[in-house]
């Protein structure tokens, strides 16, 4: 009931949070309230209200002054609109978000996403594991003047991908720049953020399984060659 609303401090009715955010915005317009001269300007806030069943409701709320004919503040009308679904909405969009940028971090892949103008927009800690370096200094480069990625075919393989639209996957040798020698089965992928065209390169680290079958095939080597030996004697 409105009743009870009036009889209600402002502390019981919003969260502590809210209630604090409310005190020092009202103060900051309070203090600077001879100085803002348009008659339509209002202080937006987003607070958030306890209601009796303890449950929470969002409302984006506006508070101007109705001043005397000297400009001084004398009273306070604040206009509330209710956007509880909206919070609650970016609430779940944020846990999305966080979800999805654990499952990007803690991947057993290397992950780089860049921008179409070579800018690094993202890399994971595999990333720089694989390569040798840090997060940073991965984000810091330009795939378009990477000398490493040019001479192992990474480069290539970008821009096939740029003009293609299309996934393409090789395994490459690569020297990076920051010195480590591995080879590396890369995917690019191209994708789209923000409606703005991305690339997307994910990198596992195969060396190990390389020199096995680099092993493998001197063996194989090794054994036709004694068969032959051993025939032609």
């Not at 009931?1 to 209630?19: G, N, R, V």
């Not at 109705?66 to 919070?87: C, M, Q, S, W, Y």
């Not at 979800?99 to 994971?124: D, R």
């Not at 953020?193 to 080597?221: F, M, V």
Request: charged residues 25%; hydrophobic residues 40%; contains cysteine.
């Amino acid at each position: 009931p409105a009743q009870e609303i009036l009889a209600s401090s402002l502390d019981h009715l919003l969260t502590p949070e809210s209630f604090a955010l409310g005190i020092r915005g009202f103060t900051e317009e309070v203090e600077k309230s001879q100085l803002e001269t348009d008659p339509n300007y209002a202080r937006v806030l987003e607070l958030a209200y306890r209601r009796k069943d303890g449950s929470v409701l969002w409302a984006e709320t506006k508070f101007s002054f109705f001043r005397d004919p000297l400009g001084n503040p004398i009273a306070v009308l604040g206009v509330g609109r209710d956007i509880t679904e909206r919070k609650k909405a970016e609430a779940q969009a944020k846990d999305l978000l966080d979800f999805n940028e654990k499952i990007l971090n803690h991947s057993p892949l290397g992950i780089l996403t860049y921008k179409l103008t070579g800018e690094c927009v993202f890399a994971n800690e595999n990333a720089a594991v694989i390569l040798g370096t840090g997060i940073e200094q991965l984000k810091s480069q330009n795939f378009h003047s990477i000398q490493s990625w040019k001479v192992s075919g990474l480069y290539d393989l970008a821009n096939q991908t740029i003009a293609t639209r299309s996934l393409v996957t090789a395994d490459v040798y690569h020297k990076s720049t920051f010195g480590k020698e591995v080879w590396l089965r890369s995917y690019f992928v191209p994708f789209r953020s923000k409606d703005e065209a991305h690339l997307l390169l994910t990198i596992s680290d195969i060396t190990d399984w390389r020199q096995t079958e680099d092993k493998l095939r001197e063996s194989e080597n090794r054994l036709i060659l004694a068969l032959s030996a051993a025939q032609m004697s």
